[in-house]
Nanobody, 126 residues
Framework: QLQASGGGLVQAGGSLRLSCAAS????????AAWFRQCPGKDREFVAR????????RYADSVKGRFTISRDNAKNTVDLSMNSLKPTDTAVYYC?????????????????????WGQGTLVTVSS
């Protein structure tokens, strides 16, 4: 089970930190990711982190502004978002799945992930 939190309303240029808590055991065979979805659009890959070795990958639209991290002891995956833009407004979802293929196509595919959080709304005002 995944539980996402931390969404809210922020002005453009501001920052937010999302957190995703995983219940149950996690191990090195898993990858965690954040996706986002705007009304009427498909769910979009934002970032992923391999549980071990902790390497990260980002969508071009957030590279340099967002940072994904994980805490092994707490079983959490965070997404730190800086320099937020109105185009970042969306419902953000955390997800976890088997770390099987080291490929951006694999990580950005929603069907890769078996577990999803409930979503948390981020609204960036201009």
């Amino acid at each position: 089970q995944l539980q996402a939190s931390g969404g809210g309303l922020v002005q453009a240029g501001g920052s937010l930190r999302l957190s995703c808590a995983a219940s149950g055991r996690t191990d090195s065979r898993y990858v965690a990711a954040w996706f986002r979805q705007c009304p009427g659009k498909d769910r979009e890959f934002v970032a992923r982190i391999r549980w071990r070795p902790g390497t990260t990958r980002y969508a071009d639209s957030v590279k340099g502004r967002f940072t994904i991290s994980r805490d092994n002891a707490k079983n959490t995956v965070d997404l730190s978002m800086n320099s937020l833009k109105p185009t970042d407004t969306a419902v953000y979802y955390c997800a976890a799945g088997r770390d099987t293929i080291d490929s951006i196509n694999y990580y950005s595919d929603t069907t890769t992930y078996d577990y999803w959080g409930q979503g948390t709304l981020v609204t960036v005002s201009s």
